[in-house]
């Protein structure tokens, strides 16, 4: 039997942490309900052509009604942890000022069932959902933003502190700060460095901050952040590629884990990050960007094959798609390569500053097809198995990983890609809310069973 078949959950230890990830703009829908606020995602939505399908997260997979059943769902697939994040814009509808008492107990009522179902809930307290009237302030860019994250992150502490031990301060911040603010694919739909350089900034500073606030109100926090990656390869061993590699390497691996390791913002002479020093005046700021988390997040869906490419400006190269090269992709036109997985986790691990790793996020995206009410997803599983032998190596090799959360537990909102792009273990019929377990959930079940 292959490698991939034999492969048992038991093989990674007891203790090993086997979670589902959801986020709220992805799944809560509900959107003005009991006081929530709009977040910036409500807004990015109803501007023509920036969403497949002109979709909109305003019900989304209607988990914020659901959660019970949905919970059930985690629990009989067999997952230890529920990892989620809290919409600020149901705590704080302005982002700032008044809180919304409904806000803070919905989160109040879910973490109590995730606790009677013994599912350990992991909380992001930012999954890219910022409440749309900061934005109209300056959202990320803005100098206040700190203090406006502060007391968020205060106020979820102090009320769910007691229960919940596992916190996520950011989701991706190279994900929320370039895609959001550099090139205008995301929500709020800003473009250019000079929104760009001061929304690292202070995404760097509120993630420091955030583990600060979390560790004074959290008596023994298990405090985390998690960080998109992917192993940059150069497309040849030229210098010019290899540099083009570099600064990509820079742009999405190491530009947020360094300054909460204390080692400032990486640079390496690229033009961009003496920039983005300069603007944000970072030499100030080395101790605060810092912060010691318990574990890291590694967050990681493909590597990248990078070109030197003169005509780009800024970086000065280039990627070389999956479909260009040949090689294995998801429907997402990511390349499926395990052995990229294993590498960025040991990069990250090499860090001598990282204590844990938690793989905080892995999945793919497949055009599922229902028949006769069955979603024979052979490629996702397949895609599980591959990672996971992969993963089961690193640990081996001696790496402190201490789990692994799959993203999704059901299909839903998948940002500028509307509803088309599924992620999900659960199969989610939009226009019913109709939940159907697809084979890669069974395969989970199993697979955790052994
Ligand atoms: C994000 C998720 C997203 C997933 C798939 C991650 O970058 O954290 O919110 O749905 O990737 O694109």
Known sequence: MSKEANLKASDFGNDFLWGVVIAAAQNEGGYKTEGRGLSIWDQFAN??????????PSVACDFYHRYKDDLLLVKALGFKVFRFSIAWSRILPLGIGKINQEGVQFYHRLIDECLKLDLIPYVTLYHWDLPAALEKEGGWTSTHLLKWFSRYVQICTQEYGSKVKNWIVLNEPMGFTSLGYMIGKHAPGKMGLSNFLPAVHNAVMAQAEGGRIIRANVPHANIGTSFSCSEIIPATQNKKDIEAANRIDILLNRLFIEPSLGMGYPSDGFALMDKLYLHNKAWKFTERMRFDFDFIGVQNYFPVVVKYNAVIPIIQASDINAKTRKVPATDMGWEVNPNSFKNIIQQFADYPGVKKIIISENGAFYKDKIINGVINDTNRIQYFQQYLVALLKAKNSGIN????????????????EGYHARFGLVHVDFKTQLRTVKQSGHWFRQFLAQ
Not at 47 to 56: E, H, R, W
């Open 47 to 56: 501007k023509q052509g920036k969403i497949k399908g002109s979709a909109t």
């Open 401 to 416: 990983i201490a789990g692994y959360f799959a993203w999704t537990l059901m299909d839903n909102f998948e940002w500028s």
